[in-house]
């Protein structure tokens, strides 16, 4: 069972580590993934998934959630102004927080409606310009600004170059992440995710590894 089988990799690699057994969080990424897919890994009891985009998240997870209780929502994709609502009222906790423009609407929205997500700071730590995520160099500035807006910023989060070690950018991310206060790390995918675990990563995000290849055509 893919499921089981990434949990007790993740212990494996916790006490490796030396840390608490159970302290990384496992974010189930279902992403383009058929119901059928989804369904099965909350029927094995699971709760806490990711997803990437706004508009697939609201077409699914009210029907699941009117199913399973419990459902705990991450959102992990780039983020349009225009689809911050939606996203906050959705989603217990938002990993891509990467500009001003979006902290400030974060922090009006959260102003009228009462509550905000937890916020992660996406960071751009391979400074590539396709990615989302504010660069390492900008990165302490925004997290104070984030923070003087009373946004409830728990972390960081970064995806790493395909082509590159992710665990320097781990590194490097769980650095900016100490020298500013921050205990959340949300970093390591399926192809890394021991590593993540091994430099302390709070929230690994695993999508293939559990549900097998994203199906394109669906969602
Ligand atoms: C899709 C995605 C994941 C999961 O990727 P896998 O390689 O399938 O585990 C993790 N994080 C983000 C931001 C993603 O978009």
């Given at each position: 069972m893919a499921l089981q089988d990434i949990k007790d990799r993740i212990i494996s690699a916790e006490e490796k580590a030396e840390?608490?057994?159970?302290s990384t969080q496992l974010i189930?990424?279902?992403?383009?993934?058929p119901n059928e897919r989804v369904q099965a890994i909350l029927e094995q009891g699971h709760r806490v998934f990711g997803e990437n985009r706004v508009q697939e998240a609201a077409g699914k997870w009210p029907a699941f959630r009117e199913k399973f209780e419990g459902i705990e929502l991450h959102l992990i994709g780039p983020l349009q102004t225009n689809k911050a609502r939606q996203a906050m009222e959705l989603a217990?906790?938002?990993h891509t927080l990467d500009r001003p423009k979006l902290a400030k609407t974060f922090a009006r929205l959260a102003q009228e409606m009462g509550a905000c997500p937890d916020l992660y700071i996406q960071v751009n730590t391979g400074e590539e310009p396709q990615k989302a995520g504010v660069l390492p160099a900008d990165a302490d500035a925004f997290v104070a600004e984030a923070i003087a807006m009373d946004?409830?910023?728990?972390g960081l989060m970064c995806i790493p170059p395909?082509?590159?070690?992710?665990a320097q950018h781990f590194a490097l991310l769980g650095e900016i992440a100490a020298r500013n206060g921050l205990t959340g790390l949300s970093m390591g995918m399926s192809g890394d995710f021991e590593t993540a675990v091994a430099l302390g990563a709070t929230h690994v995000r695993v999508g293939s590894a559990i549900f097998g290849d994203r199906v394109p055509s669906a969602g």
């Open positions: 840390r608490t057994a159970g189930a990424v279902s992403k383009v993934q217990q906790s938002i946004l409830p910023v728990r395909v082509d590159q070690e992710a």
